[in-house]
Nanobody, 116 residues
Framework: QIQLVESGGGLVQPGGSLRLSCVVS????????MSWYRQAPGKERERVAG????????NYADFAEGRFTISRDNAKNTLYLQMDSLKPEDTAAYYC?????????WGQGTQVTVSS
């Protein structure tokens, strides 16, 4: 079955960096566009960025532009999100996602907390 497992979240000070990873299985990763989303407490889930099958980033959210970088390693079935210059408002659970067949799949999420 399809599985997406995120890791790399944690507590970081404002201005710091984190690199999130998402290891996937159960489908042909290299043939699927991927996305990162996030959800803060009390807010709706929002898209952070997407990436094409050959590694081209697509549609960074305004809050992510210039600070976050999405990438992938098809040989490792892994999706990444490099987050720099983190702000307290970036605090959220971050999810990787894929649309496969007729539905969207999600990982369990990894929590990012930006606080001094």
């Amino acid at each position: 079955q399809i599985q997406l497992v995120e890791s790399g979240g944690g507590l970081v000070q404002p201005g710091g960096s984190l690199r999130l990873s998402c290891v996937v299985s159960g489908f042909a990763f290299s043939y699927r566009a991927m996305s990162w989303y996030r959800q803060a407490p009390g807010k709706e889930r929002e898209r952070v960025a997407g990436i094409t099958t050959d590694g081209l980033p697509t549609n960074y959210a305004d809050f992510a532009e210039g600070r976050f970088t999405i990438s992938r390693d098809n040989a490792k079935n892994t999706l990444y999100l490099q987050m720099d210059s983190l702000k307290p408002e970036d605090t959220a659970a971050y999810y990787c996602s894929v649309f496969h067949d007729i539905r969207r799949y999600w990982g369990q999420g990894t929590q990012v907390t930006v606080s001094s």
